[in-house]
């Protein structure tokens, strides 16, 4: 057979789609309903951009929705003469902005007509003054940067009657046309958005502030350079031609009341196909599937700063998931974001320290029937381990498996996409891969999706997974049973790498009781 070269195990990716294509996965639909706030005029018809929706209900200023630039309410006071005067900010976001800025230090100056107290632009000069050939940056300067203003000065025309914040303990659905998204991060990237004292800091924050000011050591510095490039081309891309497509948030909460009881589901292990690759990654190879983001509470992580690992990096190369940052308050225990529709405008080369731009990137994803890209994103955010053994607490495992499960689960029945994942909460977060394998699977088996696995290049983990993943089947191991084992594993001596080997003996020695049970009798 083939398969001494194939570089994955289980069901191929063919089959996992059922033969159908990876296109073929039902998809959540955009519904009129108070759970689902849509900024556009519904239903889309046009091949134009959609229409942003103005209706007599405007909400610029308040505790449920975005605190917007152009509020009347955003005041700024500036001193005249030595003495403090309140101007309307987004008038003198408007007068600055409209007086052309040639160098990254104008740039700056600019900024601080309308922000206080602005640290300096140390990361941003350096990509603008040395990282930049002279000629990129008059580019950017010239073409890039007017484009950028133009854009984020449409901010009344495109959301006209505001943006609702998508809280904590509150599952809701927002859909905004990419177009709205494009205008939102040109704002970003100007620092227009108030955010002293006025935006609690339960929001992962949007203004590139930290971005434009992270110095650090060069080896980060690099990193933010590339970051920059890749941003510039997301807004070369979308003030050359504007997106015609809509994504939608949506925030999912499931109370602990209406979670799994994962000590007695029955489901057998077994049932839930594998697709387990050492080579690939969720983004380049998942097409189609629920592709998993590795996520801080706040999502995005460090995107605005240094941070470059996965979650990061698709950030990076999707700059629209950005703009989530602005209204996605932080992620509690059992809550997740699932954001569809997002274009991807950038390659990349690289991981952390080595991350690189790799040039503009034509996204072939197809439209959904509400004009989405068929593209979704599970942003889930695992808990941060500093000893190995801590994570194998029940309320622990738990909390994994709950956050994974509202992750996956939808009320969508049948097609239901596979979920693309991989080594979630393993990296920067120290998890054990062997636990993470398995409750991903069983949060798959929960939510009645497959899964697909990428190793990123571990190969002993592509071949053990594979190898206790046929036990499960083999043995008819249902989800209780391995919660059972996985519970005990905390009060064991065996070493975290270990789990799976401790599983098969536990099962093994349980096998044998009924034996000596019979064999004694009952007492
Ligand atoms: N596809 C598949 N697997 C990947 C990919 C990819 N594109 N990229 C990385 N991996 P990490 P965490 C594998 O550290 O531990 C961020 O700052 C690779 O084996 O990003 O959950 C967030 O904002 C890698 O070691 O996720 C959080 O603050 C492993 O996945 C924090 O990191 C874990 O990737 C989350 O850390």
Known sequence: SSSVQKDWKGTSFQDICKGKGPWSFSVSPINLTRYHFILYEFPVTLQKPPKPYKSKHVYLWDEDHVRMPFSENNLFSVNENNTDIIKERWKLITDTLSVPITTSEEFEC????????????????HFLNEEMEDEESEIFFKLIL?????????????????????KKNQTRSLSLSQEQI???????????????????????????????????????????????????????????????????FQRKMIPKSRMPRWDTLDNNLGNTKVHISKSGTIEGNGLGCLQVDFANKNIGGGVLRYGCVQEEIRFVICPELIVGRLFVEQLEKGEAVVVTGVERYNDYSGYGDTFEWAGDYQDQTPYDDYR???????????????????????????RELNKAYVGF?????????????????????????????????????????????????????????????????????????LWNFLSTFKSTNYSEDKLYSFVQQAYFDSKKQPTIVQFFGKP
């Open 409 to 481: 689960h939808t009320r969508e029945t049948g097609n239901l996409a596979p979920v693309a994942t991989g080594n979630w909460g393993c990296g920067a977060f120290n998890g054990s891969k062997n636990l993470k394998t398995l409750i991903q699977l069983m949060a798959c088996s929960a939510s009645g999706r497959d899964l697909v696995y990428f190793t990123f290049g571990d190969e002993n983990l592509q071949e053990n997974f594979y190898n206790f993943y046929l036990f499960l089947g083999y043995n008819q191991i249902t989800i209780a049973q």
């Open 182 to 248: 494009s205008c939102l991060l040109a704002n970003a990237f100007l620092c227009t958005f108030p955010w002293k004292k006025t935006v609690a800091s339960t929001y992962p924050g949007i203004n590139f502030i930290s971005l434009f000011s992270s110095f650090a050591r060069p080896q980060r510095r690099k990193c933010i350079s590339e970051k920059l490039k890749s941003i510039c081309n997301y807004f070369r891309r979308v003030t050359s031609n504007v997106p015609t497509g809509v994504v939608t």
């Open 372 to 398: 989405r890209r068929k593209t979704e994103i599970c942003i889930i955010d695992a808990i941060r381990f500093n000893k190995p053994k801590e994570q194998f607490q029940c309320s622990l495992i738990i």
């Open 146 to 166: 007017p484009k950028i203003i133009s854009l984020a000065l449409k901010l009344p025309d495109l959301l006209p009657n505001g943006i609702p914040l998508l």
């Open 110 to 125: 600019a900024l601080n007509k309308y922000n206080s107290r602005l640290p300096r632009f140390e990361a941003l000069h």
